[in-house]
């Protein structure tokens, strides 16, 4: 019944066919070989950039530890929001280098105290950019509220009865 449909190829399309195959295969190799060395060079570019921001946001904040998915997270998306991002980083880290004991508010160019600025608003808010161009990176890690983490609740679905918030709050440590 299906024999009037199915006929068989002809030779030249055979060939076209086995030309089509062994150029996806060669594509496949070539996709797995080259671009190794370009991908692990593009890695350890964006990681000494992320060591870079990592360290500046951890004496920034005064922290010992930040979440190292977040130190990711902030520096891509800084470096989406400003294209020059990575050379204010490294302005910054050589004037907070060169600090020297030195309060940073005194040892900062106006440039340095901007990114800065920047970037402690980014960990503070959880939100890098402002306006239409804003991303929240993080809402529950936002800095901000570690500084009331003992006794509010991070404010986001009602955790409690209506109208619990008129109430005076239970500390969560004492």
């Not at 068989?8 to 195959?21: D, F, I, K, W, Y």
Request: with cysteine; glycine share 4%.
């Amino acid at each position: 019944m299906f024999d009037k449909f199915h006929t068989s190829p002809t030779r030249e399309q055979r060939q076209a066919r086995r030309r089509l195959l062994k150029g996806v295969a060669s594509l496949g190799v070539v996709t797995l070989v080259s671009p190794f060395p370009l991908r692990v060079a593009a890695q350890s570019l964006v990681s000494s950039n992320d060591k870079i921001f990592t360290a500046i946001s951890l004496k920034l904040t005064e922290r010992s530890e930040l979440l190292p998915v977040l130190c990711e997270r902030f520096y891509r998306a800084l470096k989406q929001q400003n294209a020059q991002f990575d050379q204010e980083l490294e302005v910054l880290e050589k004037q907070m280098t060169q600090a020297n004991g030195q309060s940073l508010t005194q040892a900062l160019s106006p440039e340095a105290k901007k990114t800065a600025k920047t970037i402690l608003s980014a960990w503070y808010t959880g939100i890098v950019g402002e306006g239409t161009q804003a991303q929240v990176i993080t809402y529950r890690h936002a800095l901000e509220f570690e500084a009331v983490d003992d006794v509010l609740q991070i404010r986001s679905y009602c955790p409690n009865k209506p109208g619990f918030w008129a109430a005076k709050p239970v500390e969560k440590k004492a």
